[in-house]
């Protein structure tokens, strides 16, 4: 007999470490290419142990557990080098799951697991801003919760599944929602700053950090992930081979490596007044980024928390805050050109020290047969297309300092950033000031949610040369050699290289156009777009306008802090003022009627848990002496129980009748 008890301890013991390890994961798996992997490698080796000693019958000791926890605070002091910020203390909670599983023994460690849980899911959810990520949140919250609310079972079987229990769940969390919507609207959106510090991802494409080598835009368009949205604002939007978004112009340049430099002012440009296009940019992913623009953007308008960086050249950097997506606004205007001084010419004409003779002759070559910038231009793509120069993804390796004669006149493949390297060298050699940038081209056109979905394989990298009478002018060597990769984006460009020669490309491009399949999955990503429009970018404003449209002018957040503390202070005491009474009332019932149960007990009647006072008072003998005292008790439960307002002198008299049984 105790031997069956001990079996089963054993057994419901390493049930809960099991459902513990589960939980970890489920919880994990959405963020966890943001964790630390010596952390997680840790956390689940002490879950593996926990496992490893319960089966073995192993008792491991409070001072092995504490000599555990310094060193976890150790190594997350070595790693972090601080404990503030969300980093190390998202590292301390999954190394704290795994020291509690320990001492897995009891139901009340396991309902302090699912607390320290649902620390740990809210502490990861703080770095991200994203709908889909929100909605698994919420739907974990729910499932633990549940977990929690079966622990109050009494037996140990009661805590996996109890569909009574379930469906509660779910009812009180329908019964909340109209609550969790109204304070989500009407909550005030407070500028926290930095309260959390998170390490953001400040490098999170090659090529757009500042420097570019051979191969490196190649890498990012090799492969599929989405990076951005953009949408037009005032019904007006570009077409897909103008399309070109400016991330950085690098003027230093060293063959086919190019990087930036240090220059005060490089955009040169006079904007004017009126707005040519607005557009809003929505980011994929947490990161800070430089923020692509399109070309003769005047101004970037912040439309989420961070801090804008206004860099030369007509460039930004945005840093975010630490749990928000980089969301701004754009607005291009006309430009007339400024003149170069002739600092800023030379800094645009510098070259590199180890040009060969070859090159040189080239290019001398070249400019004593065309005088103009725009002829030698056009000689340029002649020569090019003329020795069927080829675009592709995998041209082989440069040498990033020597690696362009190379490029021009022996091998002739490459991919963009070979292109424009190259002329920009060449156009410097004429005398023509020139640099290189690298962005975006191009984009997925969603005609369902009409914005454009851009992704890494849309990296680009193109050329800006200077022109005396019309300022910088953008040249993409590109374009010549493959045409379409420009017209039709990089997404159709890449499915007709794959495509057979015996297909017809209209037809392939038609059947493209009208895809079901692509459609439908059109229609989800703009679904996912518009909720987060509307959801993610419900700032302080966007309450102003709802209170607006509700005659209340509420100017700043903490007004409206104030007055919502002042609103929840005033339904508290209307709750207390009129609801306490009942709920009083319902706490001596409950305490009478346990008390009843406790003393029925020792008669021999026994209750179920899920028997009420009438199916309890069904199971009774009539024939028992004492029936008629009990049948009178448990209607009088049962009618105090349904009541709505209760008769204190039914309650009085049922307290007295308990007390004497």
Known sequence: MLFDQFLKEKQFKLKMILWSFVLYLSVLYPFISKHNLVVIIMTVSLFAFAGYAQFKNVSISSLLRLLLLIGALFY????????????????????????????????????????????????????????????????????????????NGESKEDFLYDKERLMVTVRIFIHSMPLMLILYFVFPRLNTGYLFPFSINTQSMIGFTGEINPGDIAKVASTDDPVLRLGFKNNSKLQQDEMYLRGSVLAKTNGLSWKKSNIENGHNYNFGNEPLYIYDVLFNELQASQVFALPNTKKIIKKSSGVILKQPTNTWKFVPYNNQKIRYQGVTTKTSPKP????????????????????????????????????????????????????????????????IDDFLFKRRKGFCEHYAAAIGVLLRLNGVPARVVVGFQGGDYNEIGDYFLVKTKDAHAWLEYYNERQGWQRLDPTAWIAPSRIQLGASVFYQLLQIPTAVDRDNFLVNLKNNRLLKFLKSLDMIYYEMNQRFLEFDFEAQKNLFKKLKLNIRRPYQLMIGLTLLLCLLFFIYNYFFIKTELSHSIIDQSYNNFLRKIEKRHIHRELFQGPLALLKTLDPKRDDYHELSSILIKFNQLKYMKYKDKNLITKLIRQVKRL
Request: with cysteine.
């Open 76 to 151: 997350i002091r070595q790693t972090f080098r601080t404990f503030r910020g969300l980093e190390p203390g998202i590292a301390f909670l999954s190394l704290l799951l795994g020291i509690k599983v320990l001492e897995m023994n009891k139901k009340r460690d396991f309902f302090i697991f699912i607390l320290i849980v649902e620390l740990f899911l809210v502490a990861q959810v703080l770095s991200e801003d994203s709908l889909v990520i929100i909605v698994y949140v919420v739907v974990a919250t729910i499932f633990l919760f549940y977990l929690i609310f079966c622990l």
């Open 340 to 403: 170069l001084n002739k600092n800023m010419r030379a800094h645009y004409l510098q070259l590199p020290e180890n040009i060969s003779v070859k090159l040189k002759s080239f290019a001398k070559e070249m400019q004593n047969k065309y005088q103009t910038t725009e002829s030698l231009i056009a000689a340029y793509k002649i020569y090019f297309l003329k020795n069927e120069f080829i675009y592709t993804l995998s041209p082989g390796t440069y040498n990033k300092t020597t690696g």
